[in-house]
């Protein structure tokens, strides 16, 4: 027995000895091994936020296909952590679209982040961001530790698989039961979120759809094989295979009818947090850099054919995000046009680009011809109102998208949409060839309607499956305010009337003196029959129009018709000469034009000036009066618009009149811009 007892002792302190071997030995494997770590880079996938990963700095791979704009990216250089990282390494140039590897490191937040345009990607302008972060090439730092795994803020993390190659255009795969049960449904929500779709947190392989009722959004996007966009409000159960689905719909009171138009369909599921935090995704407030008022013409006839019509408004969609649509920036409307125009929204029904997109997908072809005079016509009197958010401030500007050329004619109508300040684009497609140009109605029409012909108005695309090309071209263009010559200033227009006198106390050299002065002033503005035009009454006791309005339309006609004005010499009637200008100049002034008269004199009148410069007054003639040496200061006053602080002058010689040409000039602008400008 006592043998015995000893042997299972020492068998057991035996197996104990062996059992400490071979701990002890793994111990010193995995010490050994623990001394050369291998660094694993992490993935993550396109739409991930900095602001979801906890990490203060690291090292991760970006997938291919991150040059999406559905991927946003707010600000430049200096990211807001609300953006995708991949997006803003691509925007950076640090990768392309792709892929590779990146080095991120967060920093404090900012007071404004600037959106622009960089390595295919349009940034989005921001206010201020919480948190920030910058991109730079994924190289490790000399003393550095990254981590392998990344950590993520909430269970929501789009953490790329090592084995996983993520696609532009990549979607989730979901399969759902194609059964069809009368009592259970997928409710399909109409409003669809502008950003990448995913599948409930929860995996379910496959969905059942006789145990669980599910709530989905559905959407398509122009993807690169021509699926058409569509939101749809239908109840459905579906069977989706990869990124396409077809769709078996049924309303509230239908029995799972075939609705051919719901094939095709990219699908994927709206977890409950997203949808909650829906409302917290910061919207842009727009590029303040582009702040226009813009309204797009957009060709609904019939010869565009349905296909077309959708490349039409993906082309708008486009346009709307490269745009960065905003409050702070430009704002966009939409007047489509056919047999007649009509207003599919104004400038203040959508201020993000998010939503314009939207708004866009669900406008429905018009039918009919292509009225285009009609539809600039429309536009000047109805669009850029206050009532339909014209902001005044802003450059007012209207592209016409043209497919072919018009069925009417535009030179008219563009005319009276250039004096009211409307700065006109046209975009042509598929323009007539050779053997067609029999059939356009008005030769030339685009240059006769532009705001300038010298090519910075006008785009000409040879193929709709081509207008893709000018999307970055146009929105360059129309951001270029200091180029929107048709837009109104102080200095293009008005209708400038001068009433010179021209009596004998003035003499011949002080004659030329004062014609020198109204050149001066000339030389100032910009002169066009578009633009500001200029006018001219001599007067002794009578008077003479030397020139009106319509007489000459460039600056260099003007300067040359006041060197060729003859003095006349005679008595001094003020408050005649103001009623024959009222009479013979400014009753053709143009109804949108602002009226100035500007009445230079240079001693008491021998009639009453009162009731003339009362008239003028009353007729909206803003009136400025420049005296010289003997001239009736109480005169001035009477003539002068009030205030006439502001619109009275005086100088004591013919030699210091040119000393009043700023001061006038400025006086001119600083009403101007005081008042509403359309």
């Not at 009368?182 to 059942?208: F, Q």
């Not at 727009?286 to 019939?302: A, E, M």
């Amino acid at each position: 027995m006592g043998i015995a007892v000893l042997a299972m002792k020492a068998s057991v302190i035996e197996m104990f000895l062996v059992w400490l071997l071979i701990g002890t030995s793994g111990t010193k494997e995995v010490t050994k091994k623990s001394k050369k770590p291998k660094f694993s880079v992490p993935q993550i996938n396109c739409d991930v936020k900095a602001g979801k990963i906890i990490n203060p700095e690291f090292i991760a791979k970006c997938p291919a296909g991150c040059q999406d704009p559905k991927y946003h990216v707010y600000g430049t250089d200096i990211y807001a952590s609300y953006s995708s990282v991949c997006g803003a390494a691509v925007h950076s140039g640090v990768v392309d679209n792709s892929g590779g590897k990146i080095l991120v490191r967060k920093v404090a937040g900012q007071s404004g982040y600037k959106g622009s345009y960089s390595n295919g990607i349009r940034s989005l302008s921001l206010p201020r961001w919480r948190e920030s972060f910058i991109i730079s090439e994924g190289k490790q730092k000399r003393g550095m530790t990254y981590p392998s795994t990344l950590e993520y803020s909430s269970p929501k993390s789009s953490v790329a698989k090592a084995d996983e190659t993520t696609k532009p255009y990549q979607k989730s795969t979901v399969l759902l039961s194609t059964t069809l049960l009368p009592t259970t449904t997928t409710r399909v929500l109409a409003t669809t979120p502008a950003g990448p779709l995913s599948t409930t947190p929860k995996p379910r392989t496959p969905l059942d759809t006789t145990t669980t009722t599910s709530t989905f959004t559905i959407t398509a996007r122009l993807q690169p094989g021509g699926h058409r966009t569509r939101d749809t409000g239908f109840r459905s159960t579906a069977a989706y295979v990869g990124n396409h689905s077809i769709a078996r719909a049924h309303t509230a009171g239908e029995a799972g009818s075939w609705k051919p138009g719901l094939a095709l369909l990219d699908a994927g599921s709206k977890p409950n947090e997203e949808l909650k935090t829906r409302s917290l995704e910061p919207v842009s407030k727009g590029d303040p850099n582009c702040k226009v008022d813009l309204s797009f013409l957009i060709d609904g006839s019939w010869s565009i054919g349905k296909r077309r019509f959708r490349i039409q408004k993906q082309f708008l969609k486009d346009v709307s995000q490269a745009l960065d649509i905003g409050p702070a920036g430009p704002l966009l409307g939409i007047v489509q046009y056919g047999d007649d125009p009509s207003m599919e929204f104004n400038l203040k029904t959508h201020v993000d680009s998010r939503d314009l997109k939207a708004a866009i997908e669900k406008i429905s072809q018009k039918g009919g011809l292509s009225n285009v005079g009609r539809a600039l016509s429309f536009v000047t009197k109805n669009f850029f109102s206050n009532a339909n958010g014209n902001r005044g401030g802003a450059p007012n500007v209207a592209i016409v998208m043209v497919d072919g050329w018009p069925t009417d004619k535009v030179e008219e109508a563009s005319r009276l949409a250039r004096e009211s300040g409307i700065n006109i684009f046209f975009i042509t497609i598929e323009g007539a060839v050779e053997n067609e140009k029999q059939n356009v109605i008005e030769p030339n029409f685009v240059n006769k309607a532009v705001c300038r012909q010298n090519g910075f108005y006008s785009l000409n695309v040879l193929s709709w499956f081509s207008l893709h090309k000018i999307v970055q071209p146009l929105v360059k263009r129309v951001c270029d305010t200091n180029r929107l010559a048709c837009s109104k200033t102080c200095l293009n227009s008005a209708d400038i009337g001068f009433v010179i006198d021209g009596s004998s106390s003035v003499g011949t050299g002080n004659f030329r003196t004062l014609l020198q002065f109204v050149a001066n002033l000339s030389k100032e503005f910009e002169i066009s029959d578009t633009d500001t035009r200029i006018g001219a009454v001599q007067y002794t006791y009578e008077q003479r129009l030397e020139f009106g309005f319509d007489k000459y339309s460039t600056k260099q006609d003007i300067l040359n018709a006041i060197k060729r004005v003859n003095y006349w010499s005679g008595g001094t009637s003020t408050g005649a000469a103001i009623n024959y200008a009222l009479e013979h100049l400014f009753k053709k002034s143009k109804p949108n034009k602002r009226k100035l008269m500007i009445l230079i004199t240079d001693g008491r009148s021998y009639d009453d000036v009162r009731v003339p410069a009362m008239a003028a007054h009353q007729n909206g003639v803003i009136t400025y009066s420049v005296g010289i040496a003997w001239a009736a200061q109480d005169e001035l006053e009477v003539i002068a618009t009030h205030p006439t602080k502001d619109h009275s002058f005086f100088v004591d010689e013919f030699d210091d009149l040119y000393r009043s040409v700023p001061k006038i000039i400025q006086n001119i602008c600083t009403e101007f811009n005081s008042q509403p400008r359309n």
